[in-house]
């Protein structure tokens, strides 16, 4: 059996008629979990898929705690969630989700804000916020993100980034058993 490591980026190639073979070839698919490279995914035991190569791409990383230092509106990389690039134009259908560890130290308000990015800049609506407005010692841990079409070029990254809103620590976007950070992109269409 070869073994491929795909540090943390998860590309799967389906055959052209993955449904009518899923039944009577399922005995050829590939399972593949790796959480020493944070890889988890099915492979085909073919190249053949849809009309330009790879349809899927997923991001699981291993299991982090990212301190949320920059205060809004000044982003930062969620560097623990790999960037990742589009393999080939058209439509994608793109969702993440983030889990958010929010202690409030005094009372008051604090928000994390998220966003996916590509080279030219903030992807319209792929914002996200979550945060509490309450006294001190409070906290919150919430798992929240978008879901959204957009069209994108051959070739361009996507990459997480954040800040936070209101006090001036206690914001952390967190990935583990309780609640998973990440990040899958789906080719759906060429194009509107």
């Not at 039944?23 to 492979?43: C, E, W, Y």
Request: net charge neutral.
């Amino acid at each position: 059996m070869e073994t491929l490591s795909l540090a943390g980026t998860f590309l799967c190639d389906l055959p052209a008629d993955w449904r009518a073979r899923s039944r009577r070839d399922a005995k050829n698919a590939r399972l593949t979990i790796n959480a020493g490279h944070s890889v988890m995914g099915m492979t085909s035991p073919t190249t053949a898929g849809s009309p330009q190569g790879r349809s899927w791409i997923q991001i699981i990383p291993n299991d982090f705690n990212h301190p949320v230092n920059s205060a809004g509106p000044n982003y930062e990389s969620v560097s623990e969630v790999p960037k990742f690039t589009i393999p080939y134009a058209g439509v994608w259908l793109v969702s993440y989700n983030i889990r958010a560890n929010i202690g409030l130290p005094a009372q008051g308000a604090l928000w994390i804000h998220t966003a996916l990015f590509t080279q030219a800049g903030v992807i319209s609506g792929s914002e996200a916020l979550t945060g509490i407005n309450a006294g001190a010692g409070h906290g919150l841990q919430t798992t929240s993100g978008q879901t959204f079409l957009h069209v994108f070029a051959a070739g361009d990254t996507v990459e997480l980034k954040t800040y936070r809103v209101g006090a001036s620590s206690g914001a952390s976007i967190l990935n583990q058993g309780d609640g998973r950070t990440g990040v899958m992109a789906h080719w759906v269409s060429p194009g509107f």
